[in-house]
């Protein structure tokens, strides 16, 4: 009988063993479960929105974190550049055997004319000029096809001016000048009223070769 009783006892201890490694082996699943829980994550600009998805029974958790995007813009600097020599400046020019030193010596705008032909919506502006010769050879040319001016737009013609100090004389000073003659003289153009005077040039017998170039920013 002693050995019956002793015999149970044996089997309800084993018993409550396998039922306590049971339930601890549960427990380990429920821990488990709750380490490698899915997680669903919503991102939204500017702000993120954490959102954790629990095992059944436990509290899912939010989780809002701000977030700041940095972006760089490149800047760009714009800078007037002067289109040529100021003016004042004597420059010199080999046209052939003739060897000169132009200066463009004043800008007038606008120039104050009531004679002149001006059509609507136009100004006029006038360069005042020194041409200098040392030779050897003769240099002979025309001042309206020589000088001009440049403008911000519109067109650009040479203008008829009857009296004045800036009136145009019956002789071209910049005809047939030797060497060692200095010739000064006035020329005046009609520009769009609207446009912004930007540059006198020298161009000799109106070619690009030898041009020469004055900037009228002030």
Not at 1 to 9: E, F, G, I, Q, V
Not at 98 to 116: E, G, R, S, Y
Not at 147 to 159: A, C, T
Not at 194 to 213: D, N, T, Y
Request: a neutral charge; proline letters at 6%; charged letters at 10%.
């Amino acid at each position: 009988m002693d050995t019956l009783r002793r015999m149970s006892a044996r089997v309800k201890s084993l018993l409550t063993v396998s039922a306590a490694a049971a339930i601890g082996a549960a427990l380990a699943a429920v821990v488990s479960a709750c380490g490698s829980a899915a997680q669903t994550v919503t991102v939204t600009s500017p702000v993120t929105t954490l959102t954790q998805t629990a095992p059944a029974g436990l509290t899912s958790s939010t989780a809002t974190v701000s977030t700041t995007s940095t972006v760089t813009t490149p800047t760009t600097t714009t800078m007037t550049v002067p289109i040529g020599q100021p003016v004042g400046t004597i420059q010199h020019v080999d046209v052939g055997d003739a060897n000169l030193a132009v200066t463009v010596i004043k800008l007038t705008d606008p120039l104050n004319t009531n004679d002149a032909a001006l059509l609507p919506g136009y100004r006029a502006v006038a360069i005042n000029v020194r041409i200098s010769s040392t030779g050897p050879a003769v240099y002979d040319s025309s001042a309206t096809t020589d000088f001009s001016v440049e403008s911000s737009w519109g067109h650009v013609m040479p203008l008829y001016v009857p009296s004045g100090p800036c009136k145009t004389p019956l002789r071209d000073f910049d005809n047939y000048i030797t060497a060692g003659e200095d010739r000064s003289g006035c020329v005046v153009f009609a520009i769009a009223g609207g446009a912004k005077l930007l540059a006198v040039r020298f161009s000799p017998h109106a070619e690009p070769a030898g041009r020469l170039s004055w900037s009228a920013a002030s």
